[in-house]
């Protein structure tokens, strides 16, 4: 056992012992080691590859060290259909069977038909990746784009018919050309581990769409390759995903995998039982003395990441996919419970943690937390510790609110609830939740994700409308910091519409223009709608699938994305890599100054005044590998229109205009605006300039 008090051991969860797991292809034949420390015989199964409920052969694994089982056979062959079956006693919580047919939890590749369970596939993973490198899009300059990989294809018109919904379409040029288009630098795809939908769902006629509910954590989903790589079997499968990976890396596009280690689709006592349950229950999830789960995920089971065999078992798909498929990072469907320790409490020195950040093979790619989980203790923002970085919810949150909750309860109330202080904190970095050794790029900031409303469903409902999913409106989440702006759902009503796109604008242009690492849901940039359901995981239709056909206010919209994507590019202060300290001689980061609408230096009062919620922020790159830059970003939180004295600031002579919130069309930038020059600020607007 990994000791859970200590930081990462990696004599423990590096044993050589542990090495090799899986099935190695070689002259003649393969080997196979499978691990359950609690078994009695370990038995591999070989199928018929034209019938797979028909088996050819069954041999005994023999026991070696710390668990591991292993067999040296010709049977083992590319293409070769197998399964494990395992025996042992079902005291101290085991559940095995050896009458079950379980998945091999390192099989590369996995097929289905008939009346068979899942079978694992000795896959042969040689590809040709032509001199090919990742990107490494340094971190100030990525901006992630969360989709996925059926969605985002399957109603494409540029996309060919047979491609719609493949691993080979999300590459294809009209993909890649819009990828580029809009500015975005990594592509984060939803899960695509092999993944299969909860037999709920298909009782109800749905499915798991967005594939949270991994079979294996090394096999690629099937379902998203082209029909002919799937006929030809998952060899070309992988070698589709690969394709995807490297004409992606050709374009200078990175490939982010959005992973679920935290459970697996076994769900609770009584689910499937397809791997992990019947090799080792008891070492790979987490249980009480009695066998009872402890389930910290809301999914039925809690991967079980203080033994190191499920540790590594997590440890070893991470750098297969790194450096086998060459993907350039990854973000962990919640992250905080792979850091439960034995006791089940998180510690971001948790060995599995520590050896994600300190391993060799992993050092170069991004490592992205959902840093919550739903057990005690699960909200960790801010806490995971250096080398990672977070999705920041607080920031979330507080631009919502900012933006549309508040303006709802000032409508109601005369004024907002709160002043201008917590919005600029997040628009400056979340200094407040992430320490000045992590910095700014620790946060990675959104408004919106898969989960919960779409960008233009925020601004459009003020409740969620999640009966389609089956569950009588019980999930999805109830707090949602929404705003309808005066109507639920669809209207003709002009004046709200208007409103709602300013209100779209402004979302997009904090997300943006914030310091931090952004990252933008798919289809935001073109407003597109769920109809109201902010939990559609059970939907694989055109609720779900991108629209591809805009009306020309969704074509502004995407502009105005495009727009704000540039000027991140351009300037570098809207890009800080470390917080600016005040006793520095020569500051290293951006520094950052804040002034009210009358051009003057913010005064306590105007931080916290609910009535004062407009703010004039500089801030001022320190030259390290681009040029100086200065801009002053200008945001006015009221529904009533002011006037406001541009600042008088040193070395400052005049401000150029590259963005505002108010158009409904961007403009051409390069208006000049001189200090002590008044600007109007619409109600609810923003205003980006350059400062020179």
Same mark, same amino acid.
């Given at each position: 056992?990994?000791?859970?008090?200590?930081?990462?051991?990696?004599?423990?969860?590096?044993?050589?012992?542990?090495?090799?797991?899986?099935?190695?292809?070689?002259?003649?034949?393969?080997?196979?080691?499978?691990?359950?420390?609690?078994?009695?015989?370990?038995?591999?199964?070989?199928?018929?590859?034209?019938?797979?409920?028909?088996?050819?052969?069954?041999?005994?694994?023999?026991?070696?060290?710390?668990?591991?089982?292993?067999?040296?056979?010709?049977?083992?062959?590319?293409?070769?259909?197998?399964?494990?079956?395992?025996?042992?006693?079902?005291?101290?919580?085991?559940?095995?069977?050896?009458?079950?047919?379980?998945?091999?939890?390192?099989?590369?590749?996995?097929?289905?038909?008939?009346?068979?369970?899942?079978?694992?596939?000795?896959?042969?993973?040689?590809?040709?990746?032509?001199?090919?490198?990742?990107?490494?899009?340094?971190?100030?300059?990525?901006?992630?784009?969360?989709?996925?990989?059926?969605?985002?294809?399957?109603?494409?018109?540029?996309?060919?018919?047979?491609?719609?919904?493949?691993?080979?379409?999300?590459?294809?040029?009209?993909?890649?050309?819009?990828?580029?288009?809009?500015?975005?630098?990594?592509?984060?795809?939803?899960?695509?581990?092999?993944?299969?939908?909860?037999?709920?769902?298909?009782?109800?006629?749905?499915?798991?769409?967005?594939?949270?509910?991994?079979?294996?954590?090394?096999?690629?989903?099937?379902?998203?390759?082209?029909?002919?790589?799937?006929?030809?079997?998952?060899?070309?499968?992988?070698?589709?995903?690969?394709?995807?990976?490297?004409?992606?890396?050709?374009?200078?596009?990175?490939?982010?995998?959005?992973?679920?280690?935290?459970?697996?689709?076994?769900?609770?006592?009584?689910?499937?039982?397809?791997?992990?349950?019947?090799?080792?229950?008891?070492?790979?999830?987490?249980?009480?003395?009695?066998?009872?789960?402890?389930?910290?995920?809301?999914?039925?089971?809690?991967?079980?990441?203080?033994?190191?065999?499920?540790?590594?078992?997590?440890?070893?798909?991470?750098?297969?996919?790194?450096?086998?498929?060459?993907?350039?990072?990854?973000?962990?469907?919640?992250?905080?419970?792979?850091?439960?320790?034995?006791?089940?409490?998180?510690?971001?020195?948790?060995?599995?943690?520590?050896?994600?950040?300190?391993?060799?093979?992993?050092? @170069?790619?991004?490592?992205? =937390?959902?840093?919550?989980? #739903? %057990?005690? $203790? !699960?909200?960790? /923002?801010?806490?995971? +510790?250096?080398?990672?970085?977070?999705?920041?919810?607080?920031?979330?949150?507080?631009?919502?609110?900012?933006?549309?909750?508040?303006? @709802?309860?000032?409508?109601? =109330?005369?004024?907002?609830? #709160? %002043?201008? $202080? !917590?919005?600029? /904190?997040?628009?400056? +970095?979340?200094?407040?939740?992430?320490?000045?050794?992590?910095?700014?790029?620790?946060?990675?900031?959104?408004?919106?994700?898969?989960?919960?409303?779409?960008?233009?469903?925020?601004?459009?409902?003020?409740?969620?409308?999640?009966?389609?999913?089956?569950?009588? +409106?019980?999930?999805?989440?109830?707090?949602?910091?929404?705003?309808?702006?005066?109507?639920?759902?669809?209207?003709?009503?002009?004046?709200?519409?208007?409103?709602?796109?300013?209100?779209?604008?402004?979302?997009?242009?904090?997300?943006?223009?914030?310091?931090?690492?952004?990252?933008?849901?798919?289809?935001?940039?073109?407003?597109?709608?769920?109809?109201?359901?902010?939990?559609?995981?059970?939907?694989?239709?055109?609720?779900?699938?991108?629209?591809?056909?805009?009306?020309?206010?969704?074509?502004?919209?995407?502009?105005?994305?495009?727009?704000?994507?540039?000027?991140?590019?351009?300037?570098?202060?809207?890009?800080?890599?470390?917080?600016?300290?005040?006793?520095?001689?020569?500051?290293?980061?951006?520094?950052?100054?804040?002034?009210?609408?009358?051009?003057?230096?913010?005064?306590?009062?105007?931080?916290?005044?609910?009535?004062?919620?407009?703010?004039?922020?500089?801030?001022?790159?320190?030259?390290?590998?681009?040029?100086?830059?200065?801009?002053?970003?200008?945001?006015?939180?009221?529904?009533?229109?002011?006037?406001?004295?541009?600042?008088?600031?040193?070395?400052?002579?005049?401000?150029?205009?590259?963005?505002?919130?108010?158009?409904?069309?961007?403009?051409?930038?390069?208006?000049?605006?001189?200090?002590?020059?008044?600007?109007?600020?619409?109600?609810?607007?923003?205003?980006?300039?350059?400062?020179?």
């Amino acid at each position: 056992m990994v000791n859970p008090k200590t930081t990462a051991d990696p004599a423990g969860l590096l044993d050589p012992a542990l090495d090799d797991l899986g099935v190695t292809l070689h002259d003649g034949g393969g080997t196979l080691r499978v691990w359950s420390q609690a078994a009695d015989s370990v038995e591999l199964v070989v199928f018929d590859e034209g019938d797979l409920d028909w088996s050819i052969a069954a041999e005994p694994l023999q026991r070696q060290a710390r668990g591991v089982w292993q067999i040296d056979t010709e049977l083992l062959r590319p293409g070769t259909r197998y399964a494990v079956r395992v025996a042992g006693s079902t005291a101290a919580g085991n559940m095995f069977n050896p009458q079950t047919l379980l998945i091999e939890p390192y099989s590369k590749g996995l097929v289905s038909g008939g009346f068979a369970d899942w079978r694992s596939v000795a896959v042969d993973t040689t590809f040709d990746w032509g001199g090919v490198r990742k990107p490494r899009v340094p971190l100030d300059r990525t901006v992630l784009y969360e989709g996925h990989v059926k969605g985002m294809t399957k109603r494409h018109p540029g996309v060919p018919a047979h491609l719609h919904g493949t691993y080979a379409g999300l590459a294809h040029p009209a993909m890649i050309e819009h990828f580029l288009d809009l500015g975005v630098t990594t592509i984060e795809l939803l899960p695509i581990h092999a993944f299969a939908s909860e037999p709920r769902l298909l009782q109800l006629g749905l499915c798991n769409y967005w594939g949270y509910n991994s079979l294996n954590f090394f096999s690629p989903h099937a379902e998203y390759a082209t029909e002919a790589a799937r006929r030809e079997g998952p060899d070309a499968v992988l070698r589709e995903v690969k394709g995807m990976v490297k004409l992606l890396h050709e374009a200078g596009l990175e490939v982010v995998l959005d992973v679920v280690y935290n459970h697996t689709a076994e769900e609770g006592i009584g689910g499937p039982r397809t791997s992990l349950r019947g090799l080792d229950n008891r070492a790979y999830y987490r249980q009480t003395e009695d066998g009872a789960y402890i389930d910290v995920t809301g999914c039925g089971n809690s991967l079980n990441t203080s033994t190191d065999a499920a540790a590594r078992l997590v440890l070893d798909s991470l750098r297969y996919w790194a450096d086998e498929v060459q993907v350039d990072g990854f973000r962990f469907d919640l992250a905080v419970t792979l850091g439960r320790d034995a006791d089940h409490t998180f510690t971001p020195e948790h060995p599995l943690l520590r050896a994600i950040i300190d391993d060799p093979v992993l050092a @170069d790619v991004k490592k992205i =937390a959902e840093p919550w989980d #739903v %057990g005690m $203790g !699960g909200w960790q /923002t801010g806490n995971m +510790g250096q080398g990672w970085m977070e999705w920041n919810d607080r920031y979330r949150d507080r631009v919502r609110n900012f933006w549309l909750s508040d303006i @709802d309860y000032a409508r109601r =109330a005369s004024t907002a609830p #709160v %002043g201008i $202080g !917590g919005f600029a /904190t997040r628009l400056a +970095g979340s200094s407040n939740t992430f320490s000045a050794e992590r910095g700014p790029l620790a946060g990675v900031n959104f408004v919106t994700a898969h989960d919960g409303f779409t960008l233009r469903d925020l601004v459009s409902y003020d409740v969620k409308h999640n009966l389609g999913n089956g569950e009588q +409106g019980r999930d999805g989440a109830d707090t949602n910091r929404s705003f309808n702006h005066g109507t639920e759902g669809p209207t003709d009503d002009e004046w709200i519409l208007a409103t709602r796109r300013k209100a779209m604008r402004n979302l997009l242009g904090t997300l943006l223009l914030s310091a931090g690492v952004p990252m933008l849901t798919a289809g935001d940039e073109f407003g597109r709608s769920q109809r109201g359901n902010n939990n559609a995981y059970c939907h694989d239709s055109a609720l779900t699938w991108l629209p591809w056909q805009h009306a020309p206010w969704q074509e502004d919209l995407y502009a105005h994305a495009r727009r704000l994507l540039q000027v991140r590019r351009d300037n570098p202060a809207l890009r800080p890599i470390r917080f600016a300290r005040p006793d520095e001689a020569i500051p290293s980061a951006s520094v950052m100054e804040w002034y009210d609408e009358h051009g003057d230096t913010m005064s306590g009062e105007r931080w916290t005044n609910p009535a004062h919620r407009t703010l004039q922020y500089v801030a001022a790159s320190t030259p390290e590998t681009e040029a100086f830059n200065r801009i002053l970003l200008v945001v006015h939180g009221n529904e009533s229109p002011i006037d406001v004295t541009l600042p008088d600031v040193p070395g400052v002579t005049r401000y150029v205009s590259l963005w505002t919130s108010a158009e409904e069309v961007p403009s051409e930038p390069g208006s000049v605006h001189v200090p002590g020059g008044i600007v109007p600020m619409a109600a609810t607007s923003m205003h980006l300039f350059r400062a020179e």
